[in-house]
């Protein structure tokens, strides 16, 4: 990890955002418990999370650009995320994050980053 670069740089820039958001997405798809939360054409989802995380990350901010105030507790308000379900797409990033060669000190910087966002979507209490 390059203390130089922005997150988003240092997994790769579009080119490898793209491959994450993908290999990411084909997991969740797969999962027990989050693949029924999403659309069975997953294509949309996975633009926006492109914009999302290249901008999250420190890269082009792609969704401010072109949907507003990312806002992204109350875009997801009507998904029930538990704290389970938070856990379990970190895990399916974790898992991406592995798949994608990331080194081990990024993915840990990257998923404590992302721990905040992910916790802080729940909107239900366990199952």
Known sequence: ????????DSLGGAEGLHRLVTVFYAKVQLHPQLGPLFPEDI??????QYQFLSQFFGGPALYSE????????????HVP??????????????????????EESLRTFV?????????????????
């Open 111 to 127: 998923l404590s980053r992302l721990a905040g966002p992910a916790h802080h979507f729940v909107n239900m209490p366990h199952e």
């Open 81 to 102: 995320i538990t704290p389970d379900r938070a856990e379990d797409w970190l895990a399916c990033m974790k898992e991406a994050l592995e798949e994608t060669g990331v």
């Open 1 to 8: 990890m390059n203390p130089n670069e922005s997150l988003y």
């Open 66 to 77: 072109l949907h507003g105030h990312p806002m992204m507790r109350a875009r997801h308000m």
């Open 43 to 48: 294509t949309p989802v996975l633009e926006k």
